[in-house]
Structures are given as C-alpha cells and as structure tokens.
C-alpha cells in the first residue's frame, strides 16, 4: 500500500511539473515525514512546510506538498526563487495558531526588489473557518504567478501583494507617493477564493494588491457572500500600499460580493492603463482616481455581464466613479438588475469626469425596484466639472412598474461642456428619461437620433434651465420593436434598423458585428432572426447530480459539438465528461461522476469548426470560459439521524450538548444557521466538546442547530437564544 501511495505521488509530481520550468531539485513534505531526521527526498521527506521552506532556499528548486493537512504554527518564509506546489485540494496549508491581523502562512517579503521567478500553484490554503488570518503576504518581488489554487475561509484577507512603497499622501490627487518600485511579471490565475475578507471599520480584500506593472488576474472565482451582513469586505482590493496599478488586465473571472458594505466586488485606488473585461461581477467595480499616464486609456472595461443575474433585496450597482477619473470607456457591458448602472460621485480633491465614453451597453431592469436610475452623477455640492461625455448606442431598460425613476440623472455639477447623448434606446422610465437641475450649466449639449418609448411625461426631457449650444433633435417616441422584453436585438421592420449617426470610433457590437454605416439605433447591429445565441446561466439540480444544463437566451437548435469542446472543473479540477446533447433548446452535459454539496464547478465552452452550438436561425454561439455553475445539491441525510439534544435551551451565550451515542469519528462540524440558511456559527468537533461549554454571541432568535459528516447531516435540532 506505502508503495502504491508513493508510485501516485511520483506521477501527480511528474504531471504538475511537466507544465513547469524547472531547473532545480525538488523537495517534499509528508504527513509521515520527520522534521528532524528528514532530508526533503522523497524517501525521506520532512513534515512541515515552515522547515522545508527554511531549508530549501536555491532559485530554481521546488518543494513538494503531498496530500494531507498541513496545520502550521510559524509562517512559513519561501526563499526567493522557490516554488511551492502540491496535490491540488488534497494538499492543505492550515493553521489554527497564526490569528492575529497581517500573520501570514506563508511569507514572500523582500527587502529589496527583486525577482522572485517562482510560482505557488495546486494547493489548498484553509484558514480553518475563520480562525487563520491571512494565506500569503507577497512584497518586492517580480515575477510570481500564483494558479490553480484554493483558498477558503481566511480571517483578514487571503493574499496581500505589493510592490515597493506608495502612499495616496496628504493629499492623495495632487501629491500622492508613488511606489518606488512596481513589481512586474505577478499572474493570479485559475484559483478558487472563497469568504477570505473582513469588513469591521473598512473592507479588506481577499486578493488585496497595490503596486504592480501589467499584472493579470485571470480565469478565478472570487467570492464573498460567507459572513453575516455587515462583516463582509471585498472580493478584489487595489489599495495595498495605497493602490497604484499600472497596465492591470482583469478578465475572465466570477466575482461576488453580497450587497452590505457597498457592494464593492472590486474596490480600487489610483489605476492607469487597466482594462476589465469578460468578467461575470455581481457587485460594483468601484474605482477612485484614474488617469491615463501614457496608456491609450485610463480605464477600459468592455464585455462583462454586471449585477445580479435575477433581481434580488439588495440594492448592487454596476460601476462606481468616485473623486476624478479621466479617459474611461464603457464598452459592450450588460449591467443587469442594478440598482444604478453607473453611478458617479465625484468630490473633493479636484473633482472631475473627463473623456468619458459609454457606448454599446444594455442595462436590463434598471433600479431594480428600488427606483434610481441607469446613469447618475449623485453629488448635490454643485463642485465637480464633466468633461466630453459622449453616451452612445446603448439600451436602457427599467421594467414599467416599480422600476428605475430615471434613464440618465445629471446633478450637482459646476460645469458641464461636450455632452453627447445619441442614438440610444430608452424605455419604461418612470419620471423622466432624462433628469438634471442644473440646466444653465450645460454648455454643449447634444441629444440626437434617440428612441424615447413608454416614458413618463410624454418622454420629455426635464433640465431646470436652459443650456447654451443645445442640440435636441431627430428623436422619436416610438416602439423600438424589440425581440422580447429582455432580448434586445431589434425585429424585422424596426424604426431603428438604420437609423443612427455615424459615430467615428465604434467598431463591433455585443455580438462582435461590425458597425454599419448608418448604425442601427441601440446596441445591436443584428436583428432579431440573426441573433447571437447569448449564454444564461448553468445548473446542476439536486434530483439528477450527474448533470449540467446550461440555458442560453434562445433556444438552440439539436447540433451538439464534440464533448471535447466543453470543459468542466469541480474544485478547480477537470470532470470527465461522458456526453452531451441539446434537449429543449438546452445544453445537456453528463458528467462521469456526481457533484457534492458545496463543490464549486464551472464550465467551459470553445466553438469548433464543425457543428457549432447554434439557433434555430443556424447562428453560432459564442465561446464562453470558466464559467460558474450554480450546484443545488443540498446535504445528505443518513439513514439514522443521531439524537441530539442541546442544554440549556433557551441559550444565553455558551451551551453543552449530546447525542444518543458517541459522536462517529467521521462527524466534523457543529453548524448553527439562521432561519432563512445563513450559517451564523461552525466550529470542528472534538469528543471533548460533550464535556465542555460552546460559547456562541447570537443576536436573539430562532436558529437550527446541525452535526455534519464530510457532506452529511447526521444530528440536527432547534437552538433558541434569548438575550
């Protein structure tokens, strides 16, 4: 059996690091290695991470996780140069000890620049339901990619990346200190974050970086929706060593964030040159202070879906521009069930928007019942200057009852010069497609070639006052004739098709169409009958766990591409796929095994050459990547729940409980959740805790109270606390 272990071992070691340029020794940790007999081989291999990684510390060498947990009690420090990488979740860095805030697991600070040319891939870090603070805290070093990681359950934050100094200063838009150094060559790709950041006085992030030149973050899910409201922080935080991110590319990703705190799935500080793209975000990508500094812009973000995909209580934003930002483009988006689309809030120091760009965008059930508006400039000191705003070709949509009062709110401003707001579509706005009380202010305001449909007060516009050099003209009250409700593109005979100005500078739709000269008015070049199949959503239903079925926005016709042209992960690994068919107008895919509760999964999709998934109308759909899959597998119960039963109940703030029978050795986790399923309380068993008290602090309430067994509850009953 020994044999057996180390003969899988040595083949996982040889697949990871075939995709790896290594040039020097490799060294392992084991479970049933020695720290202090252990030389690092694979016949004898040490037992902890923080003593391999003070023992190994040539450029070039690699240290080995073998599966098991790893519960440290020192940060471990990781020589410069070394690599670090295991055997994907079954390889787990913990520690139940390093709790205090900015106490990492592991340790990559230099104390100079320099190049690190190392890698930290195929690991589990685990902060032990919260009891860890941090996993990684990286500093002055170039070139680190960090891939196909896990990371769950961090007190503080899960990595902490910067470069060399910076500071937003006294005052951070005149005179902020910019690092010293910027780190180059960081790639953050392919991992899995999950509730690894704390809001308590401000939000941390889970991936928190500042400082760095041309860094990629790409292909991860980022989530944080774990805490009760209010503890929550943020995803993606650009504000390590006050932020400074030159050249950044952040594309691909899941991002999710719950609405409390802002709702800022990314939160950043002085960026130049970045460029958002691809990215399913649930929450706001808000952003402070951006400027070009040499780049061809200071913020491009283009092709994402924004927002919550159905409408939910919280109240999400899409894009959030605070304090001055100049030469931003918004490109191609679908800011979906956003309270506000794009939501200014400009202010002191030197508040401004300038060369703003916002074109080809559909904003779907704008305000989400909660009556904003699909773009707003919020501010009412009156103190902030717009600059060349141009609005172009986008959709907006708010549903006709209880929907957005605004389409574009425009207030507070000292001056606003250069507006152009053309050939847009909007509909259903309950007060006014377009709001501003500060008319008198505008100095060149154009608003042309609109369709204005369904709005209140005869779709006028409402400015407080008369703008110099105003424009209104070409826009008409018509039905743009939309192939559904929340399919925008346009049917056969719209007032739209050809309709719009000729607009230098737009060159492709959401659908990657070419723009046609004259446009069509809205966001779609294409009608309805040559639609691009968009994809939904997928899901893997609790009845038949074998199964993904994934929904696009029309139904697709019986073509289904080879299985080798979609890819599946559950927790970050591939799932083989055994087959795959369209039933319904849906995208059926059989997976070789089942999904658990609680798996992660995502799905790939690359169009082939030959029988494409397509409509019905034979128009391909597009490729898609690492996806997330929504997994309804709800936990397991045994057969035989065990009795259990909790003294006293009512609880004040400590209890003791037992079960009918000594707790199996296979039983992990006491869970205690709310009502409506938040997990409010978990904590590891131990057979000692039928002796010991449980201290909990629970608001008053009604709560259930659950044993679990790796994916199963077997103990469950009603706990009341009483303040």
């Known amino acids: ?421 053309r050939n847009n579509i909007f509909i259903n706005f309950s007060y006014y497609w377009f709001e501003s009380n500060r008319g008198n202010f505008f100095d060149g305001l154009n608003v042309q070639n609109n369709i204005l449909y369904n709005n209140a007060n005869s779709n006028n516009i409402s400015l407080s006052g008369s703008p110099k050099n105003y424009t209104n003209s070409g826009n008409v009250n018509t039905n743009p004739d939309f192939s559904s409700e929340l399919n925008f593109h346009l049917k056969p005979g719209s007032k739209a098709i050809g309709a719009g100005l000729n607009i230098p500078g737009l060159l492709f739709d959401p659908d990657g169409v070419p723009i046609s000269n004259p446009p069509n008015i809205g966001c779609y070049e294409t009608i309805a009958d040559h639609a691009v199949p968009v994809y939904k959503s997928s899901v893997i239903d609790n009845s038949n766990p074998q199964v993904i079925t994934v929904t696009f926005d029309q139904p697709l016709m019986n073509i289904i591409p080879d299985k080798n042209f979609f890819e599946v992960n559950v927790n970050l690994q591939n799932r083989a796929i055994t087959s795959t068919k369209v039933i319904g107008g849906k995208v059926q895919i059989t997976l070789n095994d089942t999904v658990s509760y609680g798996d992660h999964v995502t799905i790939s999709y690359t169009i082939p050459d030959t029988n494409p998934l397509q409509s019905v109308n034979n128009v391909p759909a597009l490729s898609f990547n690492n996806l997330s899959v929504l997994n309804n597998v709800k936990l397991k119960r045994i057969t035989k729940d065990l009795s259990m039963i909790i003294y006293s109940n009512p609880v004040k703030d400590s209890f003791t409980f037992k079960i009918d029978e000594e707790i199996p050795e296979t039983i992990s986790v006491l869970r205690i959740s709310s009502q409506n399923g938040t997990v409010v309380f978990e904590k590891s068993l131990s057979t000692d805790m039928l002796r010991n008290k449980i201290s909990v602090n629970l608001q008053s309430g009604l709560y259930i109270a659950q044993l679990l067994s790796q994916d199963r509850i077997v103990g469950i009953c009603k706990l009341v606390v009483i303040k």
């Open 1 to 421: 059996m020994i044999k057996l272990l180390i003969s899988r071992t040595i083949i996982i070691v040889i697949f990871i690091l075939s995709c790896m340029e290594v040039s020097g020794k490799i060294y392992y940790i084991s479970q049933a290695g020695n720290d202090l007999t252990g030389d690092g081989s694979n016949s004898s291999p040490w037992k902890s991470l923080s003593v391999a990684c003070r023992m190994v510390n040539k450029p070039g060498d690699t240290i080995f996780v073998t599966a098991g947990v790893y519960n440290e009690t020192v940060t471990s420090r990781l020589g410069i140069g070394v690599s670090l990488t295991g055997e994907g979740n079954n390889s787990v860095i913990t520690s139940t000890t390093l709790t205090a805030e900015w106490t990492p697991l592991l340790d990559l600070r230099s104390a100079l620049l320099v190049d690190g040319f190392q890698t930290i891939s195929y690991l589990k870090f685990d902060g032990n339901l919260l009891k860890a603070a941090q996993a990684l805290w990286i500093a002055k070093r170039k070139n680190v990619e960090i891939h196909h990681c896990t990371f769950i359950d961090f007190h503080y934050v899960a990595i902490l990346w910067v470069g060399d100094g910076g500071d937003s200063g006294s005052d951070p838009y005149d005179n902020p200190i910019f690092p010293t150094n910027y780190v180059t060559g960081s790639k953050f790709y392919n991992n899995l974050v999950t509730n690894c950041s704390l809001y308590d006085s401000y939000g941390r992030g889970a991936l928190y970086i500042g400082g760095h030149e041309g860094m990629q973050i790409y292909g991860n899910t980022i989530t944080q929706e774990g805490r009760v409201s209010g503890s929550n922080g943020y995803p993606v935080k650009i504000a390590g060593n006050g932020g400074f991110m030159k050249g950044l590319k952040i594309y691909n990703n899941t991002i999710k964030k719950t609405g409390d705190n802002w709702g800022f799935a990314i939160e950043s500080f002085f960026m130049y040159g970045t460029e958002i793209y691809g990215n399913n975000i649930t929450g706001a990508i808000d952003v402070n202070y951006i400027e070009k500094r040499g780049y061809d812009y200071g913020l491009f973000i283009h092709d994402n879906n924004l927002g919550p995909e159905t409408a939910v209580s919280y109240e999400y934003s899409g894009i959030i521009l605070e304090f001055g930002v100049e030469d931003v483009i918004i490109d191609r988006n679908h800011f979906r069930n956003c309270a506000v689309g794009i939501f200014h809030t400009m202010r002191y120091p030197k508040p401004w928007v300038l060369r703003e760009k916002i074109r080809y965008n559909r904003f779907s059930n704008t305000g989400n019942g909660s009556y904003h508006s699909a773009i707003r400039f919020g501010e009412t000191s009156n103190d902030f200057d717009i600059n060349d705003l141009e609005i172009d070709n986008n959709v907006f949509h708010t549903e006709p009852k209880g929907g957005a009062y605004f389409g574009l709110h425009i207030r507070g401003f000292r001056t606003a010069s250069n507006i152009k707001i």
